[in-house]
Structures are given as structure tokens and as C-alpha cells.
């Protein structure tokens, strides 16, 4: 019988799944602390990320939003349970991208 414990794998943004903590918080920084605003999410004084890749970096997080953070996100008329939910909804409101449409840009 086996009993070694399988090895986690890498988190993938194209694969979804739950994403490294700090860009989960960065995200909520921004949206609560932020209020939206800016295109740099603060993690700390000495760590950011862009929104837009940020927002690429969570697109198919499965992680549950805590409940400020939804409570929040109302507050601008988001309503969303996950952070993959929460990104594609701010990406819309951004960028007026349809429900559908991935964070790349379509080739053409």
C-alpha cells in the first residue's frame, strides 16, 4: 500500500483551481482599500501587480470570496461567490469585454 501523499501541483491560471494567497490578496486590496481604482494592485509597501494581469492571473480561480469582499463588490453592484466570478465581472465593468470573452486578446 502506498501511503506517500500526492504532490500539489503548480497553480495554472489556464487551469484554474486556488490561487497563491497573495494574489488572492492583492485582488481584495484593491477592491476594498482601492475601491476599484487604479490600475496597480497593492499588496504591501513593497509589493503590486498590475490589475490587468492580476485579473489574468485569477480568471479560472475557484477560490470563495470572503464575505467583505462580496459585500464590497455589491457595494458596486457585483454580485459573486468566486474569484473567477469576481475577476470576469470586473473585467466587464472595465473594459466593457462580453461574459464570454477570455483575458487574451483574439487573434485576427
Same mark, same amino acid.
Given at each position: 500500500?502506498?501511503?506517500t #501523499?500526492?504532490?500539489? %501541483?503548480?497553480? =495554472? *491560471?489556464?487551469?484554474?483551481? @486556488?490561487a *497563491?494567497? @497573495? !494574489?488572492?490578496?492583492?485582488l481584495?486590496?484593491?477592491?476594498?482599500?482601492?475601491?476599484?481604482? /487604479? +490600475?496597480?494592485?497593492?499588496?504591501? +509597501?513593497?509589493?503590486?501587480?498590475?490589475?490587468?494581469?492580476? !485579473?489574468?492571473q485569477?480568471?479560472?480561480?475557484?477560490?470563495?470570496?470572503p464575505? @467583505?469582499? %462580496?459585500?464590497? !463588490?455589491?457595494?458596486?453592484?457585483?454580485? #459573486?461567490?468566486?474569484?473567477?466570478?469576481?475577476? %470576469?465581472?470586473?473585467?466587464?465593468?472595465?473594459?466593457?469585454c /462580453?461574459? /464570454?470573452?477570455? *483575458?487574451?486578446? =483574439?487573434?485576427?
Open positions: 500500500m502506498d501511503t #501523499a500526492p504532490m500539489r %501541483r503548480r497553480f =495554472s *491560471p489556464a487551469q484554474g483551481g @486556488h *497563491p494567497g @497573495h !494574489l488572492r490578496e492583492a481584495y486590496n484593491w477592491i476594498d482599500a482601492q475601491n476599484m481604482e /487604479g +490600475d496597480v494592485a497593492r499588496l504591501d +509597501d513593497e509589493e503590486s501587480f498590475e490589475v490587468a494581469g492580476l !485579473l489574468g485569477l480568471w479560472n480561480c475557484s477560490d470563495t470570496l464575505s @467583505h469582499v %462580496r459585500a464590497r !463588490l455589491g457595494d458596486f453592484g457585483i454580485e #459573486a461567490g468566486s474569484v473567477a466570478v469576481a475577476v %470576469r465581472a470586473i473585467k466587464r465593468r472595465r473594459t466593457g /462580453g461574459a /464570454g470573452s477570455s *483575458p487574451r486578446q =483574439s487573434e485576427g
